[in-house]
């Protein structure tokens, strides 16, 4: 296998599959897969647009699922009265900040990227610990805390012996995210825009999510898209097609279960084969069995950093996204972006939430990554 | 040595070294150190009174401690513009119900016992949460939230890379706790006390102590305080040595800096033996050196349980004690319940927080304690 040219620099933007870039140079020449954009034309590396949530993880026994109809491994959106009666019955819990874009956004800023976040939360309680939490972890986070309507969103989440986590969304003040929140200058100024899948469910969000692609493209920038969650795929499927076919979004992350909620296939190969026609970038990630990079080149394999202990799995898809961001910033191959992605994956499974406890930078560093 | 017959239930009171309880049988025959109470006469086997707390937790490097004034593995008493200060230079951290004699009766209840705790958070976010915290880990907690006055007290906590913590306290609502929250009803049917040393600094929270030890003895019930903390023990070296010479307090727990404090020494020795003089019954806890069992018939040490790696050492104390506890309302030897005390210290430095991750009745028993 040919070793691309790595760019030393985060900022740089990556060759993801085809020329689609009006200000890129020449296709790269011989075993050059990475082409180089001014660092100076980004001020950010990465911004993230999700649902502000705060996480209240509990551990629970698999009867605790049953027992309150919950999907196992997925997540519901649910309303207050259904938050308030899964509180009063989970058991002790503990309070951190989520959010699935938003966790990702800390991800890439624990590797040393410039990061932005935009999501809506409330001014109350838990809405300023989510402005601390994001703030602390270095990522600029500006939109302001709404000052009325619904609580800061959290995600009730149980954790099962096997470490898988199922979660329970309130949404709350999240759903408000208006296209007004999105700073046209931020997503302009930052080399990549990641998007969540799951803003799709609140009406106003799916607005800012648009608006937001669109102005990250007439800047010449990336959209990325994870998908979130199979339900969610199985919401909003022929949106997501659509947005994938039709270029709104460059890179595409999904886990296999998603990946065939898409393609309405029990088949991985085929769901993957059909990724490969439709999107010009994807990676699609197999739990232990690491991740498959897929675009106009072929699908090629990168293998699950070995975790110890399978503490909680949430975050892993957010984690992983992080990295392999942080490796497109850094126009690293796709190889050492899932690679990255595979070790941020791998620490924050380690333990409860999906936030990273250990700086990713040093982890990096120490894996020679 | 001689082994004590052990009580195979919680519910039972043991013999502390002497014959002070009025109903107590005829001193235990030869080898038989335990003594049965019928399990019948107290409804729960400890109740805890301390500040409810919610504790924010964050890592940090020794120059944040240094560059904020802290004395490191100490806790402060803060107000709310220097929590607010805090807050806003601390790193992203998570929140989980803390308060050490609420830690201590978590830690409890978790070994199976029956436990209740008493304590002041406000009616707000921090506060329901810590309500829900205590009771879903199956304590009765029945002190009403107060409905106005200063939010839920909460403690800043920064984790040093060695795994010590730093403790800076916002009491909050805890200071409001009144000699009538102290339910006497509780008081009398728990076989023991427990009392924190932190309840001493906010000046209601003293009466309700002083009213919870009379209700206590006058049961023919055993009070149990925890030292709390060198600086808190400086504050009220007099108060504190009264009440274990003056027979308030049956059971004194400290660590080895709070023992050193109460008798202004820093020989370890010349304390201990000071301590034998003046206490029923004390145990020292001394980090990875295990503890010592003080009482009239001698010192006696108990070693650690190995830890593979400490990560926070916040609640190592309040979880020995409420191993010790457990191991005192069973009327098991002291040296299975310093073990049962090693075993929980041992769980709860494992990880962030000071509530048990996993049940330590499990444990214990994967243990054979």
Known sequence: MTRPTKASQVGALPWIGRSYIGTAPALPRGDRRAMEIPVSTARYDVVGIGNAIVDVI???????????????????????PRAHAIYDEMGPAIEISGGSAANTIVGAASFGARAAFVGKAKDDELGRTFAHDIRAAGVAFATPLAADGPATGRCYILVTPDGER?????????????????????????????????????????????????????????VALSLSDAFCVDRWRDE?????????????????????????????????????????????????????????????????????????????GDLFAAGFLVGLARAASH???????????????????????????????????
Request: with cysteine.
């Open 58 to 80: 509990a551990r629970a026994e698999e009867d605790f699922l049953i027992g309150h109809g919950m999907h196992k491994g997925g997540m519901q959106l649910i309303d207050e």
């Open 166 to 222: 199922t979660m329970n969304t309130y949404l709350g003040a999240a759903q408000h995210l208006a296209p007004e929140d999105v700073d046209a200058e931020v997503i302009a100024a930052s080399a990549i825009t990641y998007l969540e899948g799951y803003l799709w469910d609140p009406r106003n969000a799916k607005e800012a999510f648009r608006r937001a692609a669109a102005l990250a493209h007439a800047a010449g920038r990336l």
């Open 240 to 316: 997501f097609r659509d947005l994938v076919r039709g270029g709104t979004v460059d890179v595409l992350f999904a886990n296999e279960a998603e990946l065939k909620s898409l393609y309405q296939t029990a088949d991985f190969a085929t769901a993957a084969a059909a990724l490969r026609q439709e999107a010009r970038l994807a990676v699609v990630t197999r739990s232990e069995q690491g991740c498959v990079v897929v675009n106009s080149g072929g699908i090629e394999p990168v293998a699950a950093f070995p975790v110890e202990r399978v503490v909680d799995t949430t975050g892993a």
């Open 335 to 369: 190889e050492t972006a899932a690679r990255l992605g595979a070790l941020a994956a791998a620490e924050v499974i380690g333990h409860l939430g999906a936030r990273p406890e250990t700086s990713l930078k040093a982890l990096a560093a120490q894996h020679g990554l």
